[in-house]
């Protein structure tokens, strides 16, 4: 069954959210300025979330030394490492609230949300922030209280405009908010862009700095490649969301159904029991964006992780083959 009344044509809000998931709950919604292109940052440690596929499942019995890291084409040592399918994760849900996505949307979106709170495990915890009209807010700063986190579901409505590129640019001032190694965000939204106060090229620039992998669930946004008889994009904005989840490790999910959500939110779940972590320190140097590659060293394999980061270079002892 399709849902042609559920994702009528996709209208995309903002996740203007700066370092709103460390705001007390019930923080008045917040319009930061425009993201800096220019700023240099100080990263101190770098997380690479990843995951390992072979054939149709996941190769989840690989040691530190089955991988090879790689920072602008030159080797880092592997300082941390983790790949317990029980450790805990630290798991944040981005919430589109736009007009557009009252009634079913944001339905499936509670379900969705809940869907996860089910499936916790000891020590997992989340985060619930919500965008509209160039605006986020923290629902609830990360907690392991499940009864507050389906309380704040519950209370969502929609209202507002949409700002997708601006949305995108604050992805990275989430990722070292949680506490736990394994760790991934979720994006919820319609599609769309009607506000955004930056290119999508500078959003893409911004994005790569994500220390975390973000899934983006997107009801009724589409193929980013299904192209019209006349050879044009239907879905143009579809590639803005598969982009954001392939440069930070995550997947894109174009949901059209029932089963659709519940298929996709499936396998991010699975993804996320049998992610990697692997984990090193930067040192001196200049703060510049920085190409990061995973190798696995043996064996044919698909490995999803982040692609970049923006900081200085690892540190002299992280050097290694």
């Not at 609230?97 to 949307?105: H, I, L, P, R």
Request: charged share 20%.
């Amino acid at each position: 069954m399709r849902w042609p009344l559920l994702f009528p044509r996709p209208l995309l809000s903002g996740l203007l959210l700066g370092a709103i998931l460390a705001a007390p709950v019930g923080a008045q919604p917040t319009e930061p300025a425009p993201p800096s292109f220019e700023e240099e940052v100080s990263v101190g440690y770098v997380l690479v979330p990843l995951v390992v596929r072979s054939g149709a499942g996941y190769a989840d019995r690989l040691d530190e030394d089955d991988f090879r890291l790689l920072v602008d084409g030159k080797p880092v040592k592997i300082d941390s490492f983790e790949r317990r399918s029980d450790a805990p994760a630290s798991i944040v849900f981005l919430q589109d609230v736009s007009g557009s996505m009252e009634g079913t949307s944001l339905e499936a979106s509670r379900e969705a949300v809940r869907f996860f709170l089910d499936k916790s495990m000891k020590g997992d915890e989340f985060a619930i922030a919500t965008f509209a009209s160039g605006q986020g807010q923290v629902d609830v700063p990360f907690t392991s209280d499940l009864g507050v986190l389906r309380e704040a579901v519950g209370s969502w409505k929609g209202y507002g405009t949409t700002a997708l590129h601006d949305a995108v640019a604050w992805v990275p001032s989430l990722s070292n908010e949680g506490h736990n190694p394994k760790r991934f965000a979720l994006l919820i939204t319609d599609g769309v862009d009607n506000a955004s106060r930056i290119t999508p090229e500078q959003a893409r620039a911004i994005v790569r700095q994500a220390q975390l992998p973000v899934y983006v669930v997107g009801l009724g946004t589409g193929n980013p490649y299904e192209l019209s008889d006349k050879g044009e994009k239907i879905y143009r904005y579809a590639d803005v969301l598969s982009l954001l989840a392939a440069t930070t490790g995550g997947r894109y999910y174009a949901i059209a159904n029932m089963n659709d959500l519940q298929n996709a939110l499936t396998a991010i779940l699975s993804d996320l029991r049998h992610q990697y972590v692997l984990g090193f320190p930067t040192g001196e140097g200049k703060s510049s964006q920085r190409d990061v590659k995973v190798e696995v060293k043996s064996g044919d394999r698909t490995v999803l992780f982040r692609r970049g980061y923006k900081g200085p270079p690892p540190a002299a002892h992280s050097a290694g083959g």
